[in-house]
């Protein structure tokens, strides 16, 4: 049968979060910033005993961007970018492209934003650029204050995994962006950024709500997003 309508008053907290996506966002732009927008969104929702999206922000920090026929005088073409990672210029487009193309999808709007272009030859002859990217990834929500705190585990209790297949790509994220420059091989840097689902999150998402929408009858007890860490992260 249908739910009653009805018009309760709920104590609601506000909730922001934040998080970066460097690595991958220099690697593959697009899938690297599109999951550090689903990461970041996840880490929202799994927020106590579930919360829920409301806004998001993104920002990006790059090297000098060379856009052809519009040099400009700081611009040094001696300077050398590691093989491995996008120019500048495809990730100030591609990254921005995946962050609002999965906020778009999910249902997220992105409501605000920065960009910062830096790439200088000091007086002293040191170079100060973003050679490794900024990709940055904030947002705003709110979560019913009976559902702060997480519950602790007991025995007899069910675990539950909501979500899509991970297949093989992403293995490997939390350690490759970890490691300094050029220590790993192109090819496992690329095989280990995520690639995003806004579209099986938004379905996850909607079961999340319909439990924290039940208010005291919430029936989760604690939750959490599986990231880099993959099971070792979550069921412990």
Known sequence: SASPYATPTVD??????A???NFPSGVAPFPGAETGTGGRIRDTAATGTGSLVVAGTAGYAVGNLFIPGYELPWEDPSFRYPTNLASPLAILIGA??????YGNKFGEPVIQGFTRVLGIRTPSG????????????GGMGQMDHRHVAKGHAEKGLVVVKVGGPAYRIGLGGGAASSMVQGDNRSELDFNAVQRGDAEMAQKTYRVLRACVEMGDSNPIVSIHDQGAGGNCNVVK
Do not use: Q
Not at 96 to 101: I, K, L, R, T
Not at 126 to 131: A, N
């Open 19 to 21: 998080e970066t996506h």
């Open 126 to 137: 040191e170079r100060r650029e973003y050679v490794k990217p900024i990709m940055f990834s």
């Open 12 to 17: 609601l907290d506000v909730l922001f979060t």
């Open 96 to 101: 921005s492209n995946g962050a609002s193309d």
